[in-house]
């Protein structure tokens, strides 16, 4: 049978793997025919306070609701440089960049999803230490999916044991350690619109001291006009272990990002030339090019995470972090903004039997501060001209949480927790505006209780059914609160969204291990959801919608298709020496090779319940319907290739009223490469193949009109990138 340049290049690929790993057989060799003892290999980490990425999965286990973990293994196959490279995959998250930049809508069961820009709704962690400020909202670019060695995703109510009562939940990075990272590493990619992207970093252990430092660059021209992006990065975490019980564990970040902001087009511009960004012929401050639209800052963030091992079964953790960031961001007008947060976690996790049968017992409580000083000038061409508003603003969060997991069977656990949260605002106007408005100062407050009870059942060993019933409160940040009328001098009155979730799923893996999926459903009755509205090009208001419903359904499915096409299942085995034999090479245990189908589909049907003026209609801004997919070969020396789909089979709304739509899209990509543990990595990935037109995200307005319908925000057009990677 001919051999396709396909087989022959992964031949090619394997067989050079081999030779760069061949090693000396030995002399004491087992007998031939006999399967080597197995190697136990402990999952627990060298670190107290950072577990494994298989002790999270244990962990997760014990959860009655939807969550899961992404090993960034799984990305870093190919470009590894926004949010949505990291989460596509990820059961339940929807992130759609807005051109292409680390800016995006990012949502999990409708949370901010009228957001395309700093995150609402989700309580973003580093190492579980909070990187959101402390109003509640987060920055994108505070995280590098590219340093993380894995992310845990807990969507809704599941997110309770880090504090959070969001309707998204929580997504925690999880940095490598002076343990877990290679001592050397180094990662180029470049591709289209001039995007390149490096990192550097170093890692080691001596003695009881252990070190991870990390540095990465990322710079483009971007597909569209005025939609440059320069960002640098620096994390670190350095960590002692004072004694077997006692580890500290300290972090440094720092980044400066500066991005340009291309803005909306109309979907009739969109269509006719997709790289062109919003101008303006009769005013200049909607020209986002001669006003140089921009979202520029930097960030120091220092934090400690402690913990005390009080048991073999029980573990205390202290963390502490302080932020500093300084953003200039022009846009109608230019914010200014310097803002001091901190803040502190204590977290109490005992897994102690009860009445001799499995307990998992975790309490907690989150106090969080912030201090921003704001103020805003008239922006000329770019430039700032005349103050107009000055305030201080400052923030409180007090989250006391606890939750238990209780097995009353073998198989069956109840869970039962909640949380008691106070949200606090306060403004003080340093600039009164007028005469008849002298003093917009104003404070606001929040109480909130989130109740969560449910069940997990074990269907068998390695396959699981969940179910909960929980409540979500979310006080709005300032950026809700943020009066648009008046430019930002006051806020307007806002009610803490709240909601009652229902949920119910399932987890697992096939006996062969050939089917594993993540499957929940989900049904949420929210009052007072804070709703993003445009009131002009560039800036929004929000307001409490009365009554609205969010269902939907999470599905990540991972199929074996094929196995053993090339290279079949190798138990280890070695041979013998004697009367009669050959000595026989030892063999190591080897995966075959296989063809794998990854799947993630996410329902999404967000409604108004009778409202007054919008009736039963759909939310705007998210798909309803959203589907991703990769088959990809992947051969056990390393290599890997196969095309990917992204679907979205559904027009869907960008007004309230639903009278204008964004069109459903098909995307196709392609990627090749191969990836080994020490060594050189490397591969190539095309997106967009077939070079479609479609919007990546659009704005959110009440009524589309003839002034208001330059809502679009044009997705990247075919593209091709390259990298590269060592370990040393």
């Not at 599941?158 to 940095?175: M, P």
């Not at 609160?481 to 806002?494: E, H, K, Q, R």
């Not at 591969?683 to 589309?704: F, H």
């Amino acid at each position: 049978m001919k051999t396709s340049s396909f087989t022959a290049l992964a031949a090619m690929l394997c067989s050079t793997a081999a030779m760069a790993q061949q090693s000396t057989p030995s002399s004491s060799a087992p007998a031939s025919g006999t399967t080597l003892p197995p190697v136990v290999v402990t999952a627990d980490s060298p670190s107290l306070t950072v577990p494994s990425i298989e002790q999270v999965r244990e962990a997760q286990r014990l959860t009655a609701g939807a969550v899961n973990v992404v090993d960034a293994e799984e990305y870093k196959t190919g470009r590894a440089i926004t949010l949505k490279d990291a989460l596509d995959y990820s059961p339940g998250v929807f992130v759609q960049p807005r051109f292409g930049a680390e800016e995006a809508r990012i949502s999990i069961r409708g949370s901010g999803i009228q957001r395309t820009f700093h995150g609402r709704g989700l309580k973003l962690l580093q190492d579980g230490v909070p990187l959101n400020l402390a109003d509640g909202g987060f920055d994108m670019q505070s995280v590098d999916p590219l340093t993380a060695e894995y992310i845990e995703v807990f969507r809704g109510a599941n997110a309770l044991r880090y504090g959070s009562t969001t309707l998204g939940g929580a997504i925690n990075f999880v940095l490598p350690t002076g343990y877990t990272a290679p001592p050397l590493q180094a990662r180029f990619e470049y591709g289209s619109f001039d995007t390149f992207r490096g990192q550097l970093s170093a890692a080691g252990v001596e003695g009881n001291f252990d070190y991870f430092v990390t540095g990465t660059h990322y710079s483009t021209e971007g597909f569209r006009e005025h939609s440059e992006q320069n960002t640098q990065r620096l994390f670190s975490n350095f960590g002692l272990k004072l004694s077997e019980a006692v580890e500290t564990r300290f972090y440094l970040t720092y980044v400066h990002t500066d991005s340009e902001l291309p803005g909306s087009i109309t979907k009739e511009q969109m269509y006719e030339n997709p790289r062109q960004a919003a101008r303006s012929s009769f005013n200049k401050i909607f020209d986002n090019v001669d006003s140089n639209w921009k979202r520029d800052f930097d960030l120091f963030r220092i934090a400690n995470k402690t913990t005390f091992t009080l048991s073999d079964d029980a573990l205390f953790t202290v963390s502490s972090f302080y932020a500093y960031k300084e953003l200039d961001h022009p846009i109608l007008f230019v914010i200014d903004q310097k803002s001091h947060d901190f803040g502190f976690d204590f977290n109490y996790v005992n897994k102690a039997d009860l009445a001799g049968r499995r307990n998992n017992f975790i309490a907690g409580f989150t106090p969080t501060f912030g201090f921003l000083h704001d103020q805003r000038y008239r922006n000329v061409l770019g430039d700032r001209g005349d103050k107009f508003a000055d305030s201080d603003q400052d923030s409180m969060n007090l989250d006391l949480y606890l939750e238990n997991v209780h097995y009353l069977t073998e198989r069956f656990a109840l869970s039962v927790g909640g949380q008691v949260s106070y949200a606090r605002r306060e403004n003080e106007d340093n600039f009164p505006v007028s005469a008849t408005d002298p003093d917009n100062s104003d404070t606001q407050d929040w109480w909130g209780f989130s109740p969560k009870v449910g069940f997990i059942y074990d269907v068998t060993d390695s396959a699981q059914v969940f179910f909960n019933a929980a409540r979500s409160f979310e006080p709005p940040s300032f950026g809700e609160l943020t009066n648009a009328a008046t430019g930002g001098a006051g806020l307007v009155n806002l009610d803490a969204q709240t909601a009652t979730t229902l949920e119910l799923g399932t987890r697992g893996e096939t006996k062969n291990g050939r089917i594993r999926w993540d499957m929940a459903y989900y049904y949420s009755w929210l009052e007072d959801e804070m709703l993003e509205l445009t009131v002009a090009p560039g800036l929004t208001q929000t307001v409490n919608a009365d009554k609205t419903n969010h269902q939907g359904v999470e599905l990540g499915v991972d199929i074996t298709v094929l196995e053993g096409i090339f290279t079949k299942r190798v138990e280890g085995v070695a041979g013998v020496s004697g009367k009669g034999a050959k000595n026989v090479l030892a063999v190591e245990p080897r995966e075959p090779d296989r063809i794998v189908l990854r799947q993630n589909y996410l329902w999404s049907n967000f409604h108004f319940d009778n409202d007054e003026e919008f009736g039963d209609n759909q939310l705007p801004g998210i798909p309803e319907h959203y589907y991703r997919a990769e088959l990809l070969y992947t051969h056990p020396c390393g290599f890997y290739a196969g095309p990917n789909l992204e679907w979205t089979f559904s027009d869907y709304p960008v007004d309230s009223a639903n009278t204008l739509d964004a069109d459903s899209y098909a995307l196709l990509g392609f990627k090749i490469g191969y990836r080994t543990k020490k060594g050189l990595s490397f591969y190539v990935e095309a997106k967009n193949l077939t070079d479609e037109i479609y919007a990546a995200t659009t704005g959110v307005i009440s009524r589309a009109g003839p002034f208001n319908s330059n809502q679009f925000l044009p997705g990247d057009g075919r593209s091709y990138f390259f990298g590269l990677e060592y370990k040393f």
